[in-house]
């Protein structure tokens, strides 16, 4: 398997990852906007306030990174095929998100907002492999 993720890094495999990236960075504005409305404004538990901001953060990335990360993909699915998968696999990132937000904040007494970055920034590689070599897959690979 490591031969294989070997032999696709190229050129294009490095621009997508930083589109990722791009994208990714305003997902987290998005999820820490939600985040803090939710839990700082209306004053949801820390519990379940996170739930809502990456639930809202995943579809702004799924849009974006369909549109714009792999949009020269040949696409082996449908549309609404990749968006199952891409919750699908961005649950993997979440559940790391969430463990580490709640995690951190409680064993660590780590600022909620702080600790849903580092929970973010774990979850990006795991997201961005998934979306590259399952999700977005295209015709030709």
Do not use: C, Q
């Not at 799924?62 to 961005?90: C, E, G, Q, V």
């Amino acid at each position: 398997m490591l031969k294989n993720i070997m032999e696709k890094i190229d050129k294009n495999f490095i621009l997508r990852f930083i589109k990722f990236g791009i994208v990714g960075t305003s997902g987290i504005a998005i999820n820490t906007s939600v985040l803090w409305f939710f839990k700082g404004v209306l004053g949801v538990p820390l519990a379940i306030a996170p739930i809502f901001a990456i639930g809202m953060a995943v579809f702004f990335n799924f849009i974006l990174n369909n549109h714009w990360t792999w949009s020269k993909n040949n696409h082996k699915h449908s549309f609404l095929h990749r968006l199952w998968r891409y919750y699908l696999s961005a649950s993997l990132g979440a559940l790391i998100n969430y463990a580490f937000l709640l995690g951190l904040t409680h064993f660590f007494d780590v600022y909620y907002l702080i600790a849903n970055l580092a929970g973010i920034f774990l979850g990006m590689i795991s997201n961005f492999m998934l979306g590259e070599f399952w999700v977005f897959k295209s015709v030709e690979d």
